[in-house]
């Protein structure tokens, strides 16, 4: 028990100093700036809680983003499905226009990006991938919550 304990004791020190900085950036106590929290994942206004990971912390240094045009015998469904088990997809996004889906991906080098593009066109059914190399990203959000036009047209929540 006393590893578990000490793990434990580590998560609620982090969680203190998470709420302890939410709460003076709201003028809060960190109690309540959990119990704020607390209530805003219960109702759906936050819909969840992660830990966002460098992908360069991780040997993945080059991101692009890949357009796929699918064949017409490949629906979203098995495209999804395929590009599902691709560990370099961090995002697959359903699109408008020319291609069907935007990839976001984040791959080692130029010939692991080489090999996505493959790997999707052979395993996903992409008739068609158009690759672009991101050089540099500026975050202009302020973190809102992307939905569905079908969840977010139907969803009620609480308040």
């Not at 809680?49 to 469904?77: F, M, N, Y």
């Amino acid at each position: 028990m006393g590893r578990c304990q000490r793990r434990i004791e580590a998560r609620a020190c982090r969680d203190v100093a998470v709420f302890t900085d939410l709460g003076a950036a709201v003028h809060l106590s960190a109690n309540a700036a959990a119990d704020r929290v607390r209530r805003l994942l219960e109702n759906g206004t936050i819909v969840g809680i992660h830990a966002v990971v460098d992908p360069a912390a991780l040997g993945l240094t080059l991101e692009a983003q890949i357009d796929d045009k699918l064949r017409p015998t490949t629906s979203a469904d098995d495209f999804e499905r395929a590009i599902r088990d691709v560990p370099q997809v961090l995002t697959a996004t359903l699109v408008t226009g020319s291609f069907d889906y935007a990839l976001r991906v984040a791959c080692s080098d130029r010939a692991d990006l080489a090999a996505v593009a493959e790997t999707i066109r052979n395993r996903g059914g992409a008739q068609e991938t158009y690759s672009r190399v991101i050089l540099r990203e500026v975050s202009v959000g302020r973190g809102t919550a992307r939905r569905s036009p079908a969840r977010a047209k139907g969803s009620t929540r609480r308040r």
